[in-house]
Structures are given as structure tokens and as C-alpha cells.
């Protein structure tokens, strides 16, 4: 007979036959739940890459930007000598700083927060250590600077090492790269001013190691020509800098005096913040300095661009040579220009909700910012002015970019605005006295604000949107009616004012959506009489529209005409396409469930307008006769798509310096 159980023992059985089905019910569950989680995992989706074509390319001979230089490159770090977190600050400095007193720019958000980063630290914020890690080339002479900050990250996960790439490339090609410690920040919110004060404290204390004669960087520093770099949350901070260093007082508190006025020549943004500080409550201004952006269309952090603000707001008012240019890469994300961050935008938990699947990878993506920002430096800071054309239109240099897709935007200061529609209501009038607008046989004309793609949000300045369908309604498909198009007027006094010519550009910045008109109604025959056209139009059904959720994006390819007519009536056409690519917003999916992209954003695209600039000198070259001189209207006409909508801005014509136009890939040449 079997042995009876004792109570402890029948006590034990009962618990692993439990525990038994309970392990079974939980390995259901859990495979069940990965299997729907599974399930819910959208398929990989990007756009057509045309990047074979686009970047088939090479027209510029200089040496590529992203190749080490010829320089040996050295290293060490400068700080505050005591610093408890970071042994390479406390134990490793060549040149001590003094700290700052930062309270008035930036404070923990409760009494028990402060004591805890205190503690962390060893220090609060009246007492910010000035810590950099530097490279620099390891020769005589006198170099420019580039300070590079970093953005908001984990505050003990530092990110100042994560730009070694980029100061060793630079080091090498002749420049002094500090990547400056501003991690005792991060975790914090409204700081965004003392990030942009600390790096004018920094050039401070670089000020005195160019002065001291014990210093390893003595005379090496070529204080007028500086730099500042930044990303994400830094990125903003460059611009809050810039803003800073050419005023008198602090805008939030008068008390706090500055006296700053470096020679910066440059600012760099990499996927920057906007907006996180408002100085006095309003955008940042900023004015003549030269500005590039970068951004990356699969960024999980910033999934919105919203550096164009910024670059907007950017003005040129004092006649110098500055320029603006921003580059928009598909594929690339938030974290991989930085080598510490990497992938992961949400942080270590993200890779269960953001799809990182189609990211360019890490080295391609340092590539791209290794070319632009060296030959951005090289053509602001040292003048080699070959680099110039890349800044206008990216194809130029396509065999140096990673084969991806990309919208680049352009500026620079001899452009005269003559539509960029923030000035009145009026959709007939252009920002200047003798710019006057029309359009003929469109089916949308509007000025409305340009949507960024979170939903509720827009880029902060209007543009003109023109839809259009030369189908005619009705049985007859193959029936069109005259090509629509939208027109610009040019008076002679302000052409003459301008001094348009044959060295002049035609400059616009436009992108195509996805909307499609309806084809339009056909035209009434003013031969019969009215009675007669009203019997007809009784019998007749009108064409019922069709319901909106059959209405589908329009996904055909769009090109169209400019078309350029001077005061003798003799006109000239070029293809659009010849001068940059043409291409609708890049469907973009950040997160890896299905469907969560459409719920979070208003579009799962970024509306990135490309800036196409067209030397008036190939419409003669395509038309002899035609006199850019005298020109007198300019056309978008739409014969070369039968459908479309196009989102357009910043209008006007620019003598822009001969070595922007070098190189340029056209219809005409």
C-alpha cells in the first residue's frame, strides 16, 4: 500500500502541481501575447530609393571633405580639476577652469531633485564646472575653433565622447574640436539657455588658453574664426548662443549682464530642439551667421523636423556673405550622429516600440555628417569656396553621400524676397511693391501655414498651395483643357532695382503632396444662347463628387514647367526636374506596430520643401532672344503632370556669388 501523506507533504504535492499549471498557463499567455505582438509588427516599408539616379553624379574636383587631413592629431581635457563623476575631468586635465554660476539659466524642478543631483554631482548649479575634451592638430599655426555640445540624454550615460569622429576629422583637417561637457544638465527642463550660455563661457575660457603663455594652446587659437556645433537640445542651444553673445543683458533678467561679441562665423545644427527657450517669450532671433541643419526622417526622438523654424528666422541684414542650408536624409535617425547614443531614440526600452529596421547604418550615417559638416566649416571658416555649390543642390556631390534620399533647402544673403507670403491676406500680392500673383485654370489656390506632421503643428510660416487637373470631366478621359499654371508679375522698376540679369538666379523653394484634384469642369460654350445652355445643363447630371474615403493619395510622379517671359513677349521653358528632384514627401514609419504612425501623426510624412535655384542665363541658352534683363513674368505651368498639388515658398531672385553656381546640374548645360 502506498505510504499516507503527512500534512507537510500533501502540502508540498499540492504546490507543485499548482505551480505546474501555473508555469503552463503563464508559457500560454506569454507565447500567445508574442504571437499578437508579433502579429502587430507592421512589415518593413520605405520609399522607392532613387538614389542610383540622383547621386549618379560627381560634379565638384575638391578633395572629399569626410578624408583625414594631413595634420597628426593630439588630445587632452580641460576642467575644473575636482570633478567627483567624471575621472578624465578630475584627474586627467591639462588646463584647469573656474566654475560658473549658472543658477540664474537653470534650476532642478523641486528641493529634492536638487539635493539628489547634488549629491550625484558634487556640486549644484551655482557652481557649473567648464569641462571640454579638445583635439587639435599636433603642428605650428593658427587654427579656427569648433566647439560641439551635446543634447539631452541620460545625465550618468555621458555623451561629450560620443563626437570623437568628428574632432579627430576635424583635427586633422586643421581645425581645434572641443566637445563640450554640458551632462550635469541633462534630466532637467527650461535649460535650454544655460546650455547656449555655457558654451559662451567656454569660448571665455578658450580666450585665456590662447593668451597664457604656459598653455599647450597658446597662440594656436584663431579666436576670429569660430564655430559652434550642436545636437538635438544642443542644437538649439547654438542658435540661443548666437543670439546671446550680441546682446547686453540677459532677455529674462536684466540684472545678469553679458559681454560676450565673439567672432562666431558659424553655426551648425544637428536634429535640433526649437523653442525650448523663448527668450522674453518670443522664437530665438538670429542674424548673420552662417547655418547649417541636418535632420534624419526616421528620428524617434524629434520625429518632426523642427529645426525648419529656425531656419526660417535665420536673417542676413548686414551685407556679408552669409548663407543657410539644410539637409533632410531619409533613413537616418536621432541618436546615430552621436557614437554613445546610437539607435536607441526612446532609450534602452525603445527597441520594442520604435522600428530601427530600415536606419542607415551607423557609419553611413556619420558619413553624411563628417562631408558636410567639414566642407561647411571649410567654405565659412577657412574660405575654400569649392565646397559652395554642394549647399545648394546635394546632387553635385553624389559620389560622396551614403546612398540614401535627400531634400536640401538653401539660402543665402543677396536673395531678394519677392513672395513669401507672411505679409497681408492678399493672395494677388507678392511681399514687395511690384510683385503681383495670378493663376489660371487651378483647382486650389491658397496661403495657408505649411504642417509639420505631428498633428496641430506647423513650421511656423506660410506658403502658397496650388492644386490642379487639366482632365476635363466627364465620359471622355482622354479630353484636357489647357495646361493650368500660377504666375509671378515682375515690374521694371523693381527688376531694375534688383538688378536682374543674365547673372542672376530664379530661386523658389516647393515640394509636391499627395492631394489630386478632381477633373475639372468643362468650359462653357459662350456661343449658345443662355436659355439653350440651361436646358442642356437640366438634362445633363452633374457628376457627383466622389465620397472622401474613396478619394486616394495620388502617388504618379509630378514634374512641371518654368517659364520665364520678358518685356518683348518672347518667352522660355525649362523642365523643373532638370534642376533638383521633384519628389513627394517620403512616407516615413518610426514605430514598429502596426498602424501606431497613422494614430500618433497627422501624415506619415515630413512636407520638406526643396529649394531649386535656376541660373536666368539657361533660359536664354535654351531660348536665344530671351533678355533676363527685362524679364517680366515667371510660370509654374503644369503640363507635364495631368494632376497634382504643390506646396510653394520663398520666391525671388539672387546675384548669388559666382561659386555657388559653379557647378550646376541643368536642362541647358
Known sequence: MPRPLGISHLFSAIMRRWKSERVRVLLRSTLATALVAGACVAPLKLAHDDSDVVLARQLLAAPNPSQKGSFAVKSLYYGSGTDKQRAVYRDSVTLKTAVVNGAKFASAPDPKQAQIRKKYWGFDFTKLPVNGRVWYPDAPGVFPLVLVVHGNHDMKQFSDPGYQYLGELLASRGYIVASVDEN???????????????????????????????????????????????????????????????????????????????????????????????????????????????????????S???????????????????????????????????????????????????????????????KFAEVYISAFLDATLRGKSEYLPMFRDHRVVGQWLPKTMYTTRFQESRFRTAADFEEDVDVTSGSVRGIALSSDSVAVWKESPVPFRARGSTQAHNAVTIGWNNRVAGDDTTKFGKPASFAMQVSDSLRSAWNVGASSSLVFSLSPTDAKPGPRAAARDTTKKADSLSKSAAKKPVPKKPATKDVKPDTVAVDLSIEVTDATGRSASLPLSAYGVVRRPLETYVYRRAGRDKQRFANVYEIVLQTYAIPLADFTRATPGFDPARIAHVRWRFDRSVAGTIILDNIGFSNMRPEFTAQTIGAAR
Open 304 to 366: 518632426t523636423f523642427v529645426g525648419l523654424p529656425q531656419y526660417e528666422r535665420i536673417r542676413f541684414t548686414d551685407g556679408k556673405p552669409w548663407f543657410k542650408s539644410a539637409v533632410f536624409v531619409y533613413r537616418a535617425n536621432h541618436g546615430q550622429w552621436n557614437t554613445t547614443w546610437g539607435s536607441l531614440d526612446g532609450g534602452p526600452r525603445s527597441a520594442r516600440s520604435l522600428d530601427t529596421r530600415g536606419f542607415l547604418s551607423q557609419a553611413d550615417q556619420r
Open 184 to 302: 550635469f544638465l541633462n534630466g532637467i527642463r527650461g535649460e535650454n539657455d544655460a546650455r547656449g550660455w555655457m558654451l559662451l563661457k567656454h569660448l571665455q575660457a578658450w580666450k585665456g588658453f590662447n593668451d597664457s603663455t604656459g598653455s599647450p594652446l597658446n597662440g594656436k587659437v584663431d579666436m576670429h574664426n569660430i564655430a559652434l556645433m550642436g545636437h538635438s537640445r544642443g542644437g538649439e542651444a547654438v542658435t540661443v548662443a548666437g543670439a546671446f553673445n550680441r546682446l547686453a543683458y540677459y532677455p529674462d533678467d536684466a540684472t545678469v549682464k553679458f559681454d560676450f561679441n565673439f567672432d562666431i562665423k558659424s553655426l551648425v545644427a544637428i536634429a535640433p530642439t526649437d523653442g525650448q527657450y523663448r527668450p522674453a517669450d518670443k522664437p530665438t532671433p538670429v542674424a548673420n551667421y552662417n547655418y547649417f541643419l541636418m535632420h534624419g526622417s526616421h528620428d524617434g526622438d524629434l
